[in-house]
């Protein structure tokens, strides 16, 4: 069965105080991993897709780097606007289709 | 409109009641998905259509749970005799691409329901 777990659950940091998210994953075939950001009540919005590993995205303060078992997500010099839950997910075969499947979430508070 | 939109926002049910949540995915999106998601985790997976076609529905909870999406646009959520651990939020998304990769996924707000 196809698992996704990301650590922390929840992340407490400083303005200005750099940090990474984790996200590790089991998965057949993986075909892409998703970063999104949920704020309280909203759907999550997308952020970045990775492919392959060694791959890498960037926006604004926000980092995504991808291996064969994880990605990162790293935060540099949050600001206090960069608080949310941020979301994980891969996307890999299922009857037929590519199911996408979501992490727990790390729920990050930036604090000024 | 722009995004997708679900309705209702807000629903209090009492226990047994039947509800139905609709969905509007972006005009022209062939994927849509439904989740749920508890207070605290993440969403998980309901179902997945492609066009008017129900590819999965490996993640319905129970008999209870039924969706459709008849004309392959907008789809309905229907939960009969609705439980008290059916309190969740039901998200909806969709997806312009199919198949192989149906890459980036834009939600609606989701539906919160809340059983008594």
């Known amino acids: 069965e196809d698992q996704v777990t990301q650590s922390p659950e929840a992340l407490r940091l400083q303005e200005g105080e750099s940090s990474s998210l984790n996200c590790s994953y089991t998965?057949?075939?993986?075909?892409?991993l998703f970063w999104y950001r949920q704020d309280p009540g909203k759907g999550p919005e997308f952020l970045f897709t990775?492919?392959?590993a060694g791959e890498e995205k960037e926006k604004e303060r926000l980092k995504a780097t991808l291996t064969k078992k994880e990605s990162f997500l790293h935060i540099t010099a949050p600001k206090p606007e960069d608080s949310a839950t941020y979301l994980c997910a891969v996307q890999a075969p299922s009857w037929g289709y590519q199911k996408v499947t979501f992490g727990t979430g790390t729920k990050l508070q930036v604090i000024p | 409109g722009a995004g997708v939109s679900q309705s209702p926002r807000y629903k209090v049910a009492k226990r047994g009641q039947d509800v139905a949540l609709r969905c509007d995915p972006i005009s022209g999106h062939v994927s849509l998905f439904w989740y749920q998601q508890a207070l605290g985790q993440g969403p998980e997976f309901l179902t997945y259509f492609q066009n008017e076609a129900q590819l999965d529905k490996s993640g319905l909870p129970s008999d209870r749970f039924f969706a459709e999406r008849p004309e392959g646009s907008v789809s309905t959520l229907k939960i009969q005799r609705t439980q008290q651990e059916d309190s969740a939020v039901y998200l909806c998304?969709?997806?312009?691409?199919?198949?192989?990769?149906?890459?980036?996924?834009?939600f609606g707000e989701g539906s919160r329901l809340t059983v008594l």
């Open positions: 998304a969709s997806s312009v691409l199919a198949g192989m990769n149906t890459g980036e996924l834009f």
């Open positions: 998965v057949s075939g993986l075909r892409g």
């Open positions: 990775l492919y392959s």
